[in-house]
């Protein structure tokens, strides 16, 4: 028995257990109930059951609701290593009326600061949730984040900004030795959601993840990935718009889960504007498209040759 391992478990159930007697049935909901009785039990015979990873949903006074993660290992009350939770904070509307505005709350801004003061809390390795949600009250009572009005003005006042000024889009190129797990494949939705990112999750045995967006933003989607567990995760290649063969966006139409094998991927990455020549840069070899495809890609190729003519 690693009795560090049973005392880790037993903390992130106490917790748990503060949280469930703080808030009501309809404030708090577990994703899996079964599952956390399951881990329950095994915590009360010393025992560690395969999977420790719990996750739930806290809404918080119908401003925010919070989508909480605690991965196996927290906390991890080690200072050296800390195992953080993964927290993502989402707007809830108003029920008279789909404006977020009705709330005057920028969740961007409050989520960069929180995300912020999280990974500075959580770096001692203890429970944070209970001084998480603490903090978050604390900035509804005190309305120290962006407001609406403002909100409103900065991005008045951006308009005024000449182009060299726009922030920079990249694409970043993520390569997994699996993705499966129904928890992470949520969390890669909601967070490309949040974050304002487009491209697609391929998953299976190995994974992919294409993000395109903001560079700032796209940044803070791969720190938020690389701290789940996983058996191994890599960032293949970070692009940005502009340089080299990439000058156009290439994922328009929002993000998307894809249920494709490995050698269906560039066919449809291709596509999306990204070519042989580019699929081989970043996974070593090069992309091919079926037979079919090859043809008809001819046919066009011919087709506007002739138009030219």
Known sequence: MD?????SLKSKIDEIELLLSMFSENEIKLGDKEAYQNIKCHAELNVL?????????????????????????YPSWNSCFPVKPLVTLRLLLSSSSSDPSNHGIN??????????????????????????????QNEFINGSFMLNETVESIQTNQTLLDDDNK??????????????????RRLILEWSKELDLTGCCMPGKPGLIVV?????????????????????IQLREKEILGSGLYKLRRFTDGFHELALSQQSWFQWLYQHKVSSEEYK???????????????????HHEQQQQSKS
Do not use: M
């Open 3 to 7: 009795k560090r391992k049973i005392d």
């Open 49 to 73: 059951p395969e999977k420790t990873d719990i996750d739930f949903v806290i809404n918080l006074e119908n401003k925010v609701e919070l989508s909480v993660v605690l991965p196996d290992g």
């Open 107 to 136: 969740v961007r801004e409050l989520s960069s600061r929180f995300n912020q003061w999280l990974d500075e809390t959580a770096n001692n390795g203890e429970p944070v949730l209970v001084a998480s949600i603490d903090w978050l």
């Open 167 to 184: 922030p920079c889009i990249a694409c970043l190129w993520i390569i997994s030795h699996h993705i499966r797990s129904p928890i992470k």
């Open 212 to 232: 395109e967006g903001e560079e700032s933003k796209a940044d803070e989607y791969w720190r938020r990935l690389r701290n789940l567990q996983w058996k191994h």
């Open 281 to 299: 840069r970043i996974f070593g070899i090069p992309g091919r498209l079926p037979q079919s495809e090859q043809q008809h890609c001819r046919d």
